[in-house]
């Protein structure tokens, strides 16, 4: 059932954000009186699941249908359908070399309704049309996500005792108790964002509050690839404040009580939860001594740690004891609010793809394709997340598409950029052998991205 969750929420985003990019391209094709041969979404060789097309004043449907035929005798008249591989879309232009182009489609004289017959500002609008429209479905899913659920997350000044660390964390110089102050002398708004702007930064120096004194954590750029690969190396700190004893807790009668803030381990100074656990694991199967703050005073308290490093005791919930940013967006804010964040998402996916092109960080191992983009979808059905994820899927595929490789949008922008430049446009020859130089090598990243999630699905 979880996988079919996934796999139904990983179709329908795909779908949603392929059908909206073509439409872009499509939209700006009919505003500039350009011929829309088909509009697909999923691919269709040799026969279609279903299509539409409205020719001889009738619109005419045929299902599990071959391609050509007498449909092919109305070319001016845009085809619509499904194709049976379900992998992409897309809008068939008049006089546009990309995949869709066949040798026969540019033998003949240029005409008025081709893409290649446009003014260059009409060309550069059919060709960013999908982008832009990706562009603009992320503001309207975040505007429409900060109106619908409102925003919630912690604010690093609010996580008033620090960062819990793992191993790798601690390897690199942070301790428990650490206050991120600033990474790259860029303030961190966001808590769960610390570890991100590390890898989107590169960063080479954290300063920290560490003891009442500022300190600055210099880190090796080697530990980039395990950093991007160790998911978590900060978790927000709480102190070790007891709620009550389990039922079945080794100490019951020893005098811990509701309310009780641990201060020291054996002598040992330590508030943090995760210092805390830490030490009683060292102390396994002992009878050790707890120095735990009640009210104003403090007391020393017999404890046996059971052989598995615990205590039996439960822990006040952490979120009792931190301040939540809540923020509620009524419609007209929403949009604006949306668009901020949909600017940021850009911003910082831009960061996280250099990483991809920078070989030290052995960011391009991690390089997915569907399966990867499957794991991030919750197992359980949840709008807010789903619509959530779109949004981010949306600004990916439009910053990739970004890319000035031919074979992409960003390739025949780029290409129309040197035109207007130059005064010159590039030959259709040479367009034609850009674009197949430039699908070989998208061939070369899919191959790459589905090497990552075969290799992933065995480790």
């Known amino acids: 059932m979880v996988v079919l969750i996934k796999a139904v929420q990983v179709i329908l985003a795909l779908s949603l954000l392929i059908l909206v990019h073509e439409f872009g391209h499509f939209f700006f094709a009919k505003l500039s ?209 007891v709620a009550g004893l389990l039922p079945d807790s080794p100490n019951a009668g020893c005098g811990l009580q509701e309310g009780d803030r641990v201060t020291a381990v054996c ?43 615990l205590i039996g005791v439960y822990l006040t919930d952490p979120m009792q004891m931190l301040t939540i940013t809540r923020r ?10 949306g668009a901020v964040k949909a600017w940021k998402t850009v911003s910082g996916y831009v960061k996280e793809l250099g990483l991809i092109f920078t070989p030290k960080t052995g960011a391009y191992k991690s390089v997915g394709s569907f399966i990867a983009i499957g794991k991030i979808f919750p197992e359980q059905w949840d709008w807010s997340k789903f619509w959530s994820i779109c949004a981010f899927l949306s600004i990916m595929l439009g910053v990739l598409n970004i890319i000035p490789i031919p074979g992409l949008d960003g390739g025949h922008i780029l290409f129309l950029i040197v035109e207007a430049i130059t005064g010159r446009k590039p030959g259709d020859k040479f367009l034609q052998v850009a674009e197949t130089i430039g699908m070989i090598f998208l061939i070369g990243l899919m191959v790459l991205a589905f090497g990552n999630d075969i290799r992933g699905l065995f480790k």
């Open 267 to 309: 002598g040992e100074p330590m508030t943090i939860v995760s210092s805390v656990l830490n030490s009683f694991a060292a102390h396994a199967g002992e009878e050790i001594e707890l120095t735990v703050l009640r009210g104003e005073e403090s007391l020393t308290v017999p404890v046996n740690v059971d052989e598995s490093g």
């Open 328 to 337: 509620e967006y009524g419609l007209l804010e929403a949009i604006p609010a």
């Open 33 to 241: 009186k350009t011929r829309v041969e088909k509009f697909y979404l999923f691919f269709n060789p040799r026969f279609s699941l279903i299509k539409f097309k409205r020719f001889g004043g009738k619109l005419h449907c045929k299902v599990l249908s071959a391609n050509g035929g007498e449909w092919d005798e109305h070319p001016e008249c845009t085809e619509y359908g499904i194709g049976w591989v379900p992998f992409g879309g897309y809008c068939k232009i008049s006089g546009m070399i990309d995949e869709t182009t066949d040798k026969e489609d540019l033998a003949g004289p240029p005409q008025p309704w081709e893409f290649r017959t446009k003014n260059l500002w009409q060309r550069f609008w059919i060709m960013f049309g999908g982008v832009f429209f990706n562009f603009i479905l992320a503001v309207v899913l975040y505007a429409g996500i900060l109106h619908a659920w409102g925003e919630e997350y912690l604010r690093n000044e609010d996580a008033v005792y620090g960062i819990a660390v793992n191993d790798l964390s601690a390897e690199i110089g942070f301790r428990d108790g650490d206050r991120i102050l600033a990474i790259e002398g860029h303030e961190v708004d966001n808590f769960a964002n610390i570890q991100i702007d590390m890898l989107r930064q590169q960063a080479r120096e954290v300063t920290v509050l560490r003891d009442g004194e500022i300190v600055t954590v210099r880190i090796d750029e080697n530990y980039l690839p395990a950093m991007l690969n160790t998911p978590g190396m900060f978790t927000v700190a709480v102190p070790f404040v």
